[in-house]
């Protein structure tokens, strides 16, 4: 049983990085075949995907979010980090990260989710 689990500060400041790390237990973030991905619902409004690394390293991003968004991971600790520069209020949302083998859609493992909110 795959388990993903967010953390990171639930409070930051206007034109600050927000900072999330995704730690995964029961399987590899290597194996291949799989991307992890980083998915965000705004109050009020669906869930967006925001980017993602692949089990081999590389990276894709939502284009509209890609100049502020950096995804990297942590083989040794089986973690994967979002990194959002330069947030605003509107980067208020709950942030979750997933698997799955397709991009962007079809996650069979999801984490609880932490709730982020962007204030000064």
């Known amino acids: 049983q795959v388990q993903l689990q967010e953390s990171g500060p639930g409070l930051v400041k206007p034109s600050q990085t927000l900072s999330l790390t995704c730690t995964v237990s029961?399987?590899?973030?290597?194996?291949?075949?799989?991307?992890w991905s980083w998915i965000r619902q705004p109050p009020g409004k669906g869930l967006e995907w925001m980017g993602a690394?692949?089990?081999?390293?590389?990276?894709y991003y939502k284009p509209s979010l890609e100049s502020r968004t950096s995804i990297s991971r942590d083989t040794s600790k089986n973690q994967f980090t979002l990194q959002l520069s330069s947030v605003t209020p509107e980067d208020t949302a709950v942030y979750y990260c997933?698997?799955?083998?397709?991009?962007?859609?079809?996650?069979?493992?999801r984490g609880q989710g932490t709730q982020v909110t962007v204030s000064s």
């Open positions: 690394i692949a089990s081999s390293g590389n990276t």
């Open positions: 997933a698997r799955s083998r397709v991009l962007r859609t079809d996650y069979d493992y």
């Open positions: 029961g399987g590899s973030i290597t194996t291949s075949y799989y991307y």
